[in-house]
């Protein structure tokens, strides 16, 4: 029998490749991240420019999740059209936004100097 946290290590990686598997925008968050991550190696950014373009790629990973989770857990409610349901969808989805826009800023920031 597995421990309680391997389980939930299972479980979180079944969630996450569930999401990337239906998701568009998950698969274009993984892609993202990808991308980053080879031009991190790339370029041999510094530990700082690491830790701060981790921390983006997790951010935006959770906040996707959290997204995916609240739309899926929203359409088992009601797949009908209602307005509060509505509201916290966009709300869900802007959070995502935004910590999108936030961490590309940033990796606009940490990879000019290698470009220029």
Not at 20 to 30: G, P
Not at 76 to 93: F, H, L, S
């Amino acid at each position: 029998m597995k421990p309680p946290w391997i389980r939930s290590f299972e479980y979180a990686l079944r969630g996450w490749y569930k999401m990337i598997r239906t998701e568009s925008h998950a698969r274009f968050h993984l892609l993202a991240t990808i991308l980053v991550i080879a031009a991190g190696l790339l370029f041999q950014i510094s530990s700082i420019e690491w830790i701060i373009l981790i921390l983006c790629i997790g951010m935006v990973w959770a906040a996707e999740a959290m997204n995916t989770s609240i739309e899926w857990l929203a359409d088992r409610i009601t797949t009908d059209e209602d307005d509060q349901i509505k509201q916290a969808k966009d709300v869900a989805a802007a959070s995502v936004m935004i910590l999108s826009i936030c961490s590309a800023i940033i990796a606009i920031l940490i990879f000019s100097k290698y470009f220029l």
